[in-house]
């Protein structure tokens, strides 16, 4: 059984930063993705950012690209979230999660097989 433990979230305003962590244990290496996706109240999950052991890649939802790095390390079973340049939009709770990940059309594909409670971030003056 995968088990995740997400810290980071909290309150901030709009243009700061902030950086989720997650630490994973019971992960094992079949699954081919890992990364990160959020859902704020009323909306649909949203892919945020993702790695994929398929192709190697990293990839971002277009609405964070250049303001969020993924960043991850093995040894630790930690994965970071690095956010930047918030925005009020970016709002919602953040989950780190496994699965798959790859690359598809313009985008990327994130199947979210395993993921843990969510830390809830809240961009606000």
């Known amino acids: 059984e995968v088990q995740f433990v997400e810290s980071g979230g909290g309150l901030v305003q709009p243009g700061g930063s902030l950086r989720l962590s997650c630490t994973a244990s019971g992960f094992t290496s079949s699954y081919r993705g890992v990364g990160w996706f959020r859902q704020a109240p009323g909306k649909e999950r949203e892919g945020v950012s993702c790695?994929?052991?398929?192709?190697?890649?990293?990839y971002y939802a277009d609405s964070v690209k250049d303001r969020f790095t993924i960043s991850r390390d093995d040894a630790k079973n930690t994965l970071n979230l690095d956010m930047k340049k918030l925005k009020v939009e970016d709002t919602a709770t953040y989950y780190c999660a496994v699965g798959f990940c790859t690359h598809y059309y313009s985008g990327f594909y994130f199947r979210q097989d395993h993921w843990g409670n969510g830390t809830l971030v809240t961009v606000s003056s």
């Open positions: 790695f994929s052991s398929s192709d190697g890649d990293t």
